[in-house]
Structures are given as structure tokens and as C-alpha cells.
């Protein structure tokens, strides 16, 4: 599983909530660009996803 950033969804000029939610810090953010994930840190937990308010961050559970 990982999580997808759809780009399109996310409001422009916005600090993005789920960042604050990552336990491990690897949802990062500069500035008031799309956050970026960092797949060698996430332990894809979800919580960013939950705390997406536009659907934005979704979890992916294709197979890699």
C-alpha cells in the first residue's frame, strides 16, 4: 500500500493539514505547494488520508 497525492484536488496557497498528522514526518510541504510523501519513511498508516479534507491524499493498496 502507499499513498497518492492527486495534485489536481489539492487547493493551491493552503498549508496542508495532514502534514501535521504524519507520525513519522514523512508528509512534507514547502511552502503552499502539494505536500510530497516520502515512501522510505511512511509506515502507511492512513492518517494523512483521513485528514485530507478534499480527498487529496488517498491510500493506495495496489500491489508495488
Known sequence: ???LIHKERCP???KCPAVR???VEALAQKG???PT???EKCI??????QACPT???QMDDQPQ
Open 21 to 23: 498528522v504524519c507520525p
Open 37 to 39: 510523501v516520502d515512501a
Open 1 to 3: 500500500m502507499s499513498v
Open 12 to 14: 493551491q496557497n493552503h
Open 32 to 34: 503552499t505547494e502539494a
Open 55 to 57: 480527498g487529496a491524499l
Open 44 to 49: 502507511e498508516c492512513g492518517k494523512c488520508a
